[in-house]
């Protein structure tokens, strides 16, 4: 039964901050340029070394399945560590790809996360403090890098394309 708790948590976690997502973030971030737009989430994602701590004995228990555990932990550091590089390298150009590198880096991990812990058998009390991450973090994560993609597929920045033009048009 505590793994149905567990599941229905993650699910109301998923429609609360879904809507949170649609009244408040997205509509912030839709009239920003990109880079702007992309800053915010990236910041949220730099907190991403909080994974680390499925690591720490006695936050989790030392039950917790060692495949899911370092799988979840250092996948993380990974993608904490790619957001902060490309909040320094934006607007720039090699600041976009970062955001693309981050940003799928950073899903596929959360996806791997759920899949090593249903593979390796993980139990929602084996998560001991760090029940909160799958349960609240994550489902934002995961919505968070749904608007990363839109604003990365969609948004365009007003200022680089006025520039690309000046370049193509020849001064008389």
Known sequence: MSQLY??????????AWGIVAARYIWPELRSRQRAEAL??????????????AFLVPGVVSPDLPASFAHSAAYGDIVAAALALLSLVLLPRAAGLVLVWIFNVWGSIDLLNAFYQGNNAGLLAGQLGATYVIPTLIVPLLLITH????????QHQNEPAMQESRQMLTPTL
């Open 39 to 52: 800053r915010p989430l990236l910041i949220l994602h730099s907190f991403r070394f909080m994974g680390l």
């Open 146 to 153: 749904g608007l990363a993609f839109r604003i990365l597929l």
């Open 6 to 15: 567990f599941f229905v948590s993650i699910a109301f976690s998923f429609i």
